[in-house]
């Protein structure tokens, strides 16, 4: 099955400054690459995904990239503020499954 | 429109009872998923259903563990016999197809087994 490493675990950063959030995955089938960002004791809330016809993916502050080659894709967060500060989950997805596989998860802290 | 709802939101039961946590999805989504997340933990598939079919239940943990999706819209995922092991936070999330499609998760509902 698929396996989904991310890190760092934590990610310490002042506001203002860019964070950078990275995964690998195993499974190159997978096709579908969704980020979400998951406050203290809320839902996840997806924030951006990427397909694999395509490296690279912009929504404002943030992007993702993929490197298919590679197996592995990024999220990355510009002017980081802090109410950026969250607990972030990438994911991969086999689209002919239909299920994600959720990374262990980059605890974000942005200081005023 | 209205998110994917859960009921309840927080559950305490006693070692050996059973539970049953609902989950109401986004009106006119065909796929819904249920997933474990532990603390500290990314969330873990559980089982998935596309309409009333259960298409996958290879994550759930034990024969101890069901889910139904009997009309292919609110979903039930019971919990016979709980042990401490099954405390965790379960999330209900669903999408508008299957494959690939973004999946909308609830608030979910925290299991506390003592």
């Known amino acids: 099955g698929e396996n989904v490493e991310q890190h760092p675990s934590t990610l310490s950063v002042q506001e203002g400054d860019s964070a950078v959030i990275k995964c690998t995955y195993s499974d190159s089938a997978s096709n579908y690459f969704p980020w979400y960002k998951q406050e203290l004791g809320k839902r996840p809330q997806l924030i951006i995904d990427i397909r694999s016809n395509v490296g690279e993916k912009k929504d404002q502050r943030i992007a993702v990239t993929l490197n298919k080659t590679a197996k592995h894709f990024s999220l990355h967060i510009t002017e980081t503020q802090p109410e950026d500060s969250a607990v972030y989950f990438c994911a991969a997805m086999n689209s002919g499954y239909s299920t994600l596989t959720f990374g262990k998860g980059t605890m974000l802290l942005v200081s005023p | 429109g209205a998110g994917v709802s859960q009921s309840p939101r927080y559950k305490v039961a006693k070692r050996g009872q059973d539970v049953a946590l609902r989950c109401d999805p986004i009106?006119?989504?065909?796929?819904l998923f249920w997933y474990q997340q532990a603390l500290g933990q990314g969330p873990e598939f559980l089982t998935y259903?596309?309409?009333?079919?259960?298409?996958?239940k290879s994550g759930l943990p034990s024969d101890r563990f069901f889910a139904e999706r009997p009309e292919g819209s609110v979903s039930t995922l019971k919990i016979q016999r709980t042990q401490q092991e099954d405390s965790a936070v379960y999330l209900c999330a669903s999408s508008f197809e299957t494959g690939g499609y973004e999946q909308y998760f609830g608030p979910g509902t925290r299991l506390t087994v003592t």
């Open positions: 259903f596309q309409n009333e079919a259960q298409l996958d």
């Open positions: 009106s006119g989504h065909v796929s």
